[in-house]
């Protein structure tokens, strides 16, 4: 609006009214853009916002946008990626004692399957 205003048509520069605590001020107060912008924020940064997944609900698509899902981290709070990251380390502890006792269980299936053979050969 400034630059229907200003004669030279130049209108007022962003830094000028960042370096003039009062002009700062006003616009922090009047600003639509700027409120909605600091209410984003806060929701952002808001103790509980977001639901840490549970064990059981981590669920990955191979082939997801890697992209999107990298732009929606950085958005995220260094606690929100902190759970986030302890979620999924418990996720992959807890998958590999499954396999490894799923490995045993085969092994153990493949001995009796040994055995049942060798005693019908004899």
Same mark, same amino acid.
């Given at each position: 609006?400034?630059?229907?205003?200003?004669?030279?048509?130049?209108?007022?520069?962003?830094?000028?009214?960042?370096?003039?605590?009062?002009?700062?001020?006003?616009?922090? =107060?009047?600003?639509? &853009?700027?409120?909605?912008?600091?209410?984003?924020?806060?929701?952002?940064?808001?103790?509980?916002?977001?639901?840490?997944?549970?064990?059981? &609900?981590?669920?990955?698509?191979?082939?997801?946008?890697?992209?999107?899902?990298?732009?929606?981290?950085?958005?995220?709070?260094?606690?929100?990626?902190?759970?986030?990251?302890?979620?999924? =380390?418990?996720?992959?502890?807890?998958?590999?004692?499954?396999?490894?006792?799923?490995?045993?269980?085969?092994? =153990?299936?493949?001995? =009796?399957?040994?055995?049942?053979?060798?005693?019908?050969?004899?």
């Amino acid at each position: 609006m400034s630059i229907e205003v200003d004669v030279e048509r130049r209108g007022v520069k962003k830094s000028s009214i960042l370096d003039n605590p009062e002009a700062h001020a006003y616009y922090r =107060e009047h600003s639509p &853009s700027y409120q909605t912008a600091q209410r984003r924020k806060r929701q952002g940064t808001r103790p509980g916002k977001m639901t840490t997944p549970s064990v059981g &609900s981590l669920r990955i698509d191979p082939d997801r946008d890697v992209d999107r899902v990298r732009r929606r981290y950085l958005h995220m709070t260094k606690a929100d990626l902190v759970e986030r990251l302890l979620v999924v =380390e418990q996720t992959y502890a807890e998958s590999q004692r499954h396999l490894a006792r799923l490995q045993f269980e085969l092994a =153990e299936q493949q001995r =009796e399957n040994e055995a049942m053979k060798l005693g019908k050969t004899l």
